[in-house]
Nanobody, 117 residues
């Protein structure tokens, strides 16, 4: 059973950069053909796909967030990390990591990030 767990700061100040880490258990992030995504849901809005890191290490980003988003991975820890820069209150959301790129087989429980001074 694959499990994902997000971790990171709950509160971030405007203009800062924050990082969220997804720790994966029950499967390797380097296993062929699997993709590992970051998705967020602002309050009262729908899900927004932010970006993905492939089993190969390749990354792809949402065009609307590409200039502020970076996804990396640590294969020794079986983790992948989201970094979002120049945040504003509009980046307040529940952030999820998931396995998949269009269809998501497994999800983390989500972590709330609030951007506020």
């Amino acid at each position: 059973q694959v499990q994902l767990q997000e971790s990171g700061p709950g509160l971030v100040k405007p203009s800062q950069t924050f990082s969220l880490t997804c720790t994966v258990s029950g499967g390797s992030i380097t296993t062929s053909a699997y993709y590992w995504s970051w998705i967020r849901q602002p309050p009262g809005k729908g899900l927004e796909w932010m970006g993905v890191v492939a089993y190969s290490g390749s990354t792809y980003y949402s065009p609307s967030l590409k200039s502020r988003t970076s996804i990396s991975r640590d294969t020794s820890k079986n983790q992948f990390t989201l970094q979002l820069s120049s945040v504003t209150p509009e980046d307040t959301a529940v952030y999820y990591c998931a396995r998949g790129i269009v269809y998501y087989e497994y999800w983390g429980q989500g972590t709330q990030v609030t951007v506020s001074s």
